[in-house]
């Protein structure tokens, strides 16, 4: 696959700050890309440095090869939609669409056919004649978005897009961009802090921690190999206990030894999703491994139950997922004893 973007050791400080610490990633021809983090982890600045808004202290920004590191911003095929979209509120929808094309002086022919073209791609047709302040605002996102795509860029890059969107209208809004840029087989870069929203657009992801990248891969490969106990903890949710692994089990006080996929020695986190955690009246056979402990918390969720166990000696409680579907469900109650299995390939042993 095409690299379009490459960043090489890029270091950027802020006086003494380094809010960018040699980080090496590609982008590929075609590809959604995430930058995801918690927030000031240097998401915003590593994309302005791929759009030539800041200049890194160090390192290379390529593109399609070429290095780009002195190549102004507006000289390079790349697009960027901010949060705050930034449309001319006096004109209308296609006006503000057209304007860019008009400022590059492209024939009215030509000009025309594309406005026609993007607004039918992005669903404006029907609203070419309203101005900003009649729209609503997942309406005023595709219009931002419209303006930004007509331009063809190499790349679009989007800081947080979907921020000043309500739940249901971003999740809507996800699925919307994501088939845009299947569609027009664009590369898109987009910065969120929201790990869910990653997930569900992106081909991969980078996962940022202070400036650094912690891991870069798909999802899947995120939520199932997590490379640190930070990933672990950032995609998804999980349970973690601290021990000491040796002898290919992790022993944890209290509890005993955790059988896993080990390899390692030494302190250790072991790692066990809510979602493989099995609940039983009984202590059952068949499984790796078998604790038990005392429900401290029901939460129901419309798919299932979060059951929330008191393990012995464990400072955190451990969350299990009881799926609503389960063909023998235990019986769950509150205060009551209840054993938790698991197996061995299901959990992941995590340096410390
Ligand atoms: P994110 O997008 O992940 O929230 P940013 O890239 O905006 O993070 O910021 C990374 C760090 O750099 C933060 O600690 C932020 O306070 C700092 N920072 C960002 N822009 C500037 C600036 N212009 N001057 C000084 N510090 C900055």
Same mark, same amino acid.
């Given at each position: ?15 003494n ?6 980080v ?7 590809e959604?890309?995430a ?15 791929v ?59 030509e ?21 900003? +302040? ?20 190499r ?24 088939r ?27 996962l940022?921690?202070?400036g650094?990248?912690?891991q870069?891969?798909?999802?899947a ?8 106990r ?9 349970n ?5 692994a +040796?002898?290919?089990?992790?022993g ?11 390899e ?10 809510p ?8 202590r ?21 139950e ?18 609503a579907?389960e ?15 698991w ?8 340096s410390?």
């Amino acid at each position: 696959m095409t690299n379009v973007i490459q960043l090489k050791n890029i270091l950027l400080k802020y006086g003494n700050y380094t809010a960018i610490d040699s980080v090496s990633v590609d982008f590929r021809e075609g590809e959604f890309f995430a930058l995801l983090g918690p927030s000031g982890c240097g998401k915003s600045s590593l994309l302005r440095i791929v759009a030539g808004f800041v200049d890194p202290t160090e390192g290379e920004v390529l593109l399609d090869g070429k290095d780009m590191t002195n190549v102004p911003a507006r000289l390079r095929p790349i697009n960027m939609m901010f949060q705050s979209y930034a449309l001319f509120p006096h004109m209308s929808v296609e006006q503000n669409v057209r304007y860019g094309l008009e400022m590059a002086k492209l024939p009215e022919a030509e000009i025309k056919a594309r406005v026609g073209e993007i607004l039918e791609t992005t669903h404006l047709s029907s609203m070419a004649r309203r101005r900003p +302040n009649q729209l609503s605002g997942g309406q005023r996102q595709r219009v931002a978005l419209a303006r930004a795509l007509i331009m063809r860029p190499r790349v679009l890059l989007l800081d947080e897009p979907l921020g000043a969107l309500d739940k249901k209208l971003r999740e809507a809004m996800q699925l919307e961009l994501k088939r845009l840029q299947h569609e027009m087989g664009l590369t898109f870069v987009v910065v969120t802090h929201d790990q869910e929203e990653a997930l569900v657009m992106a081909d991969r992801i980078a996962l940022m921690k202070a400036g650094r990248i912690e891991q870069v891969g798909s999802a899947a490969e995120l939520y199932e190999r997590p490379a640190s106990r930070f990933v672990a903890d950032f995609i998804g949710r999980t349970n973690f206990f601290d021990g000491v692994a +040796n002898d290919g089990k992790v022993g944890v006080q209290h509890l005993g030894e955790l059988i896993g996929d080990v390899e390692a020695a030494g302190p250790v986190t072991y790692s066990v999703r809510p979602e493989w955690i099995r609940l039983f009246n009984r202590r059952p056979v068949d499984y790796d491994n078998c604790v038990e402990g005392v429900v401290e918390e029901v939460n129901y969720h419309g798919q299932g139950e979060n059951v929330m166990v008191r393990l012995p000696g464990q400072p955190q409680l451990v969350t299990v997922l009881k799926p609503a579907n389960e063909m023998t469900p235990a019986t769950v109650v509150h205060g009551g004893k209840i054993w938790l299995a698991w197996n061995g390939r299901d959990a992941r042993i995590l340096s410390r």
